[in-house]
Nanobody, 115 residues
Framework: QVQLVESGGGLVQAGGSLRLSCAAS????????IGWYRQAPGKQRERVAR???????IYEEAVKGRFNISRDNANNMVYLQMNSLKSEDTAIYYC?????????WGQGTQVTVSS
């Protein structure tokens, strides 16, 4: 089993920044992909950014140029630096990991951007 714990969410004004962290623990053996999703009220969960097995970083259009995903392999951590935040970035942000084909989710952390 793999456990994911997110942190770093909060309330920030539009134009501000936040840094989310996700700590993976447990039986992490071979990460196929690790990244961030988000779900706004009344909307479906959507992908934000991810790092796939070869280290390639992939961003969704809505966050390109504003968000940066990074990973600390030694400590099984993944981060999401969010800059120039907009009110539409308000959502619960979830960490997702795929290890040997199995998908794991964290419990989420709330990000609220006030305009």
């Amino acid at each position: 089993q793999v456990q994911l714990v997110e942190s770093g969410g909060g309330l920030v004004q539009a134009g501000g920044s936040l840094r989310l962290s996700c700590a993976a623990s447990g039986s992490v053996v071979n990460i196929d992909s690790i990244g961030w999703y988000r779900q706004a009220p009344g909307k479906q969960r959507e992908r934000v950014a991810r790092i796939i097995g070869d280290g390639t970083k992939i961003y969704e259009e809505a966050v390109k140029g504003r968000f940066n995903i990074s990973r600390d392999n030694a400590n099984n951590m993944v981060y999401l630096q969010m800059n120039s935040l907009k009110s539409e970035d308000t959502a619960i942000y979830y960490c997702r990991l795929i290890d040997r084909g199995r998908i794991y989710w964290g419990q989420g952390t709330q990000v609220t951007v006030s305009s």
